[in-house]
């Protein structure tokens, strides 16, 4: 199975900073990387597919990049709803890993 | 709008088989793929498997835990439902149902979460 590392595992940033979150692959993955936002109690959401693109109805703010190994997450200005928990997931090869998120506080 | 509600008992004994059932409303099952994920506490996010259904019906399991788990669809109440064999402590965790947007597994729809907890 591919392993996905994310970091950090946790980050606290002020409203309005720039917050970027990393996730690497064991190998190389191409662009086979989607992102999910996690909340307390909810369901996750999907944010980003295929390394960079946007899912419909999320906020401009969130943006993908990266291709075989590395890759991030960026949220341009942290916003209160954007307190949650982060996941990186890789979808080249079965079964689809996940990474083991990221927590997002404000501080 | 697609939204989807896991359904199940939150206690099984070890040993025994854990069932759970997914609930579709707002759209049809057919035409998609259907994922069970999960999360042990204080651990990463686990693919299970996913089942698809149209005129046929499709499976891919996880192969750490193919020998335990069986998928099924129930078209007429637009419901998918997994079972595990054989549970464990180890399989304690909240279970998650969702959709794969287009076979790739992208999931784009999600359930809240159900948490199962294998005591005695």
């Known amino acids: 199975d591919i392993q996905m590392t994310q970091s950090p595992s946790s980050l606290s940033a002020s409203l309005g900073d720039r917050v970027t979150i990393t996730c690497r692959a064991s190998?190389?993955?191409?662009?086979?990387l989607n992102w999910y936002q996690r909340k307390p109690g909810k369901a996750p959401n999907l944010l980003i597919y295929?390394?960079?693109s946007l899912q419909s109805g999320v906020p401009s703010r969130f943006s993908g990049s990266g291709s075989g190994t590395d890759f991030t997450l960026t949220i341009s200005s942290l916003q209160p709803e954007d307190i949650a928990t982060y996941y990186c997931?890789?979808?080249?090869?079965?079964?689809?890993?996940f990474g083991g998120g990221t927590k997002v506080e404000i501080k | 709008q697609v939204q989807l509600q896991e359904s199940g008992p939150g206690l099984v004994k070890p040993s025994e088989t854990l069932s759970l059932t997914c609930t579709v409303s707002?759209?049809?099952?057919?035409?998609?793929?259907w994922s069970w994920m999960r999360q042990p506490a204080g651990k990463g996010l686990e693919w299970i498997g996913r089942?698809?259904?149209?005129?046929?019906?499709?499976?891919n399991y996880n192969p750490s835990l193919k020998s335990r788990v069986t998928m099924s669809v129930d078209t007429p109440k637009n419901q998918f439902s997994m079972k595990l064999s054989s549970v464990t402590a180890a399989d304690t965790a909240i279970y998650y149902c969702?959709?794969?947007?287009?076979?790739?597994?992208?999931?784009?729809?999600w359930g809240q979460g159900t948490t199962v907890t294998v005591s005695s």
């Open positions: 969702a959709r794969d947007r287009d076979g790739n597994n992208v999931m784009d729809v």
């Open positions: 707002g759209g049809s099952i057919s035409g998609y793929f």
């Open positions: 089942i698809y259904t149209n005129e046929i019906t499709n499976y």
């Open positions: 190998q190389s993955i191409s662009s086979y």
């Open positions: 295929v390394a960079s």
């Open positions: 997931q890789q979808t080249y090869s079965t079964p689809p890993t």
